[in-house]
């Protein structure tokens, strides 16, 4: 089975600090997403990678940055903290399973973020 | 840009009715997801459908695509009550001109609660 895990549940941080939400994947996914979800909004997608090193800006960028170091690990770093970036934080690894396939994706457990 | 529109937002029926979620999107694909979700919980994957005429089903749930009328359903049969959650529809497009970078776009929820 594919495992998507993320570094925290739960995270409560203040304005103005520096967040890291880390997502770990163990089936040699290419690609890697992270999302934020919001009530009456879906899914959005905030950034993107698929490979090592490289990274895609989606549909809602501003304020957040990531790192792809290696293969298995997508960072998501809130530079300065914001109370409208308080939302459920989800990543995702996709692995392209060829012509005719898919890309299916595989969510993690998802971090819940507070920014007071 | 590529929109996914559900309908309806939120769906109170009784056990054993059945019902249909409507999953409409703008531009052409042949691929489309359901997801699943649990409160609290992340998306767990629950069909893929790779062509026009595609049709799934996994017990309760019937998942069809017609990619002409770029619409998808997710049929429910007799409902019981561990259907209770929130239904996804997603499609995918290529980001960028190299094949196998791919996002997935997802449409705002349907919120299913299913009343004893």
């Known amino acids: 089975d594919v495992k998507v895990t993320q570094s925290s549940r739960y995270l409560v941080k203040r304005t103005g600090e520096k967040v890291f939400l880390e997502c770990v994947q163990d089936?040699?996914?290419?690609?890697m997403f992270w999302y934020r979800q919001d009530p009456g909004l879906g899914l959005r997608l905030i950034y993107f990678s698929y490979d090592v090193k490289m990274k895609e800006k989606g549909d809602i960028p501003e304020g957040y940055s990531v790192s792809r170091e290696k293969k298995e690990r997508f960072s998501l770093i809130l530079e300065s903290a914001s109370t409208n970036q308080t939302s459920m934080y989800l990543c995702?690894?996709?692995?392209?399973?060829?012509?005719?396939?898919?890309?299916?994706?595989?969510f993690g457990p998802g971090t819940r973020l507070t920014v007071t | 840009e590529l929109k996914v529109e559900q309908n309806p937002l939120f769906l109170s029926m009784q056990e054993g009715k059945n019902y249909t979620i409507y999953c409409n999107y703008s531009?052409?694909?042949?691929?489309l997801y359901w997801y699943r979700q649990d409160p609290g919980k992340s998306l767990e994957s629950l069909f893929v459908?790779?062509?026009?005429?595609a049709v799934k089903q996994e017990g309760r749930l019937m998942a069809s695509l017609d990619t002409k009328a770029r619409l998808s359903t997710l049929h429910i049969t007799a409902a019981v009550h561990d259907l209770s959650a929130t239904y996804f529809c997603?499609?995918?497009?290529?980001?960028?001109?190299?094949?196998?970078?791919?996002?997935?776009?997802f449409g705002t929820g349907t919120r299913l609660t299913i009343i004893p």
């Open positions: 531009t052409t694909s042949d691929r």
């Open positions: 995702a690894s996709s692995l392209w399973s060829g012509w005719g396939g898919t890309y299916e994706q595989y």
């Open positions: 997603a499609v995918d497009y290529a980001l960028t001109s190299n094949f196998g970078n791919e996002k997935l776009t």
């Open positions: 089936m040699d996914h290419e690609n």
């Open positions: 459908l790779l062509s026009n005429g």
